[in-house]
T-cell receptor
Framework: EAQVTQNPRYLITVTGKKLTVTCSQN?????MSWYRQDPGLGLRQIYY???????DKGDVPEGYKVSRKEKRNFPLILESPSPNQTSLYFC?????????????FGQGTRLTVV | AQSVTQLGSHVSVSEGALVLLRCNYS??????LFWYVQYPNQGLQLLLK??????LVKGINGFEAEFKKSETSFHLTKPSAHMSDAAEYFC????????????FGAGTTVTVRA
C-alpha cells in the first residue's frame, strides 16, 4: 500500500529537549515536504526537498532542521523545541511538482512542547 | 506572494442540502488550484485540482469546483450533503513553474445536520 508514515503520532516534550519526527514514504517519490497546521492558519510549509541532499526553506523554517540522506526518508529535527512549536505536523511526498501529480500526506504528528 | 482566502471558518448544512465552500486566491498569474479534505485524526486527501483546460473540475465523492479567472475564485460545491462529508476542507494553490510548494487557506470545517 502506498503511504507516507510519520512517527510518532503524538509527542509531549519539554522546552529545549531535542527531538526528531520521522517521515518515510514507500512510493519512490522525489519531492517531500514538512508542514505545520495551526488553527486559523491552515498548513504552512516548513522545509521541502526535491531530491536526496537537496533541501530548502519553506515559509516558516525557524527552529527546524531537516535532512534527506535517503530518498524515502525526510526527518524533521527540532534542536531546541519551544512552546510556540506546539502544533500538528504533516509530511507530504509527490513524484513531481504538485501541478502534475498528487501530493500524499502522512497522518500527522501532534507535538506539544511544555 | 500568493495568498488563499477561504470565506467562513465553519459551515453547517443539513443532510441533502447544497454544500458551498468559497475560496479566493490572489495571484497575478493563475496558479494551480486544489481542494483537500481532512477527516478527523487523518492526513489530507486530494479532492480535486485545476491546472489547465476545462474550468469545471469534478473530483471524488461528488464534489466539483469551478475556476473563475475574472473572480479569482475556485469555489467547491456538492449538490447533496452526506453525513460522511463532515470534515475540514482546505483550498490550496501552487505557483506555475514553482509547484513544489502548496499555499493553504485557513480551512473550513463542515458539519452536517441530520
Amino acid at each position: 500500500e502506498a503511504q507516507v508514515t510519520q512517527n510518532p503520532r503524538y509527542l509531549i516534550t519539554v522546552t529545549g529537549k531535542k527531538l526528531t519526527v520521522t517521515c518515510s514514504q514507500n512510493m519512490n517519490h522525489e519531492y517531500m515536504s514538512w508542514y505545520r497546521q495551526d488553527p486559523g492558519l491552515g498548513l504552512r510549509q516548513i522545509y521541502y526537498s526535491m531530491n536526496v541532499e537537496v533541501t530548502d526553506k519553506g515559509d516558516v523554517p525557524e527552529g527546524y532542521k531537516v535532512s534527506r540522506k535517503e530518498k524515502r526518508n525526510f526527518p524533521l529535527i527540532l534542536e531546541s523545541p519551544s512552546p510556540n512549536q506546539t502544533s500538528l505536523y504533516f509530511c507530504a511526498s509527490s513524484s513531481a511538482g504538485v501541478g502534475n501529480t498528487e501530493a500524499f500526506f502522512g497522518q500527522g504528528t501532534r507535538l506539544t512542547v511544555v | 506572494a500568493q495568498s488563499v482566502t477561504q470565506l467562513g471558518s465553519h459551515v453547517s448544512v443539513s443532510e441533502g442540502a447544497l454544500v458551498l465552500l468559497r475560496c479566493n486566491y490572489s495571484s497575478s498569474v493563475p496558479p494551480y488550484l486544489f481542494w483537500y479534505v481532512q477527516y478527523p485524526n487523518q492526513g489530507l486527501q486530494l479532492l480535486l485540482k485545476y491546472t489547465t483546460g476545462a474550468t469545471l473540475v469534478k473530483g471524488i465523492n461528488g464534489f466539483e469546483a469551478e475556476f473563475k479567472k475574472s473572480e479569482t475564485s475556485f469555489h467547491l460545491t456538492k449538490p447533496s450533503a452526506h453525513m460522511s462529508d463532515a470534515a475540514e476542507y482546505f483550498c490550496a494553490v501552487s505557483k506555475l513553474g514553482n509547484d513544489y510548494k502548496l499555499s493553504f487557506g485557513a480551512g473550513t470545517t463542515v458539519t452536517v445536520r441530520a
